[in-house]
């Protein structure tokens, strides 16, 4: 049975760091892409970074460029988010998924799904 669990979220203030993980089971590393996803209330839930079956990595939001890294340990079958200079506007529900080869902008392409954790960022 495909898991995943996130944690790592909690309050923080404007400028300091998180680092979100998302543990996978049920299935081995690089059978998926893994993307990290993010939502607020009464917004639709956008992209934010993605690693592919090749380690490839894919950013799909320009607000995080230079603050935001994904990567994946295969030994413990976790990918991380670390999340630096966080900014008010960071604060969101974050969601890791997993599904396909590579790594798409749309949440429908992906099969499998955390139950989030929450990051507030307060000014």
């Known amino acids: 049975q495909v898991q995943l669990v996130e944690s790592g979220g909690g309050l923080v203030q404007a400028g300091e760091s998180l680092k979100l993980s998302c543990v996978a089971s049920?299935?081995?590393?690089?059978?998926?892409?893994i993307g990290w996803f993010r939502q607020v209330p009464g917004k639709e839930r956008e992209a934010v970074l993605c690693?592919?079956?090749?380690?490839?990595?894919?950013n799909f939001l320009d607000s995080v460029k230079g603050r935001f890294t994904i990567s994946r340990n295969n030994a413990e079958n976790t990918i991380s988010l670390q999340m630096n200079n966080l900014k008010p506007e960071d604060t969101a529900v974050y969601f890791c998924?997993?599904?396909?080869?590579?790594?798409?902008?749309?949440?429908?392409?992906?099969?499998?799904w955390g139950q989030g954790t929450q990051v507030t960022v307060s000014s």
């Open positions: 690693i592919d079956v090749d380690s490839k990595v894919k």
């Open positions: 049920g299935f081995g590393p690089h059978k998926y892409a």
């Open positions: 998924a997993a599904g396909n080869y590579v790594c798409y902008p749309d949440d429908y392409e992906y099969d499998y």
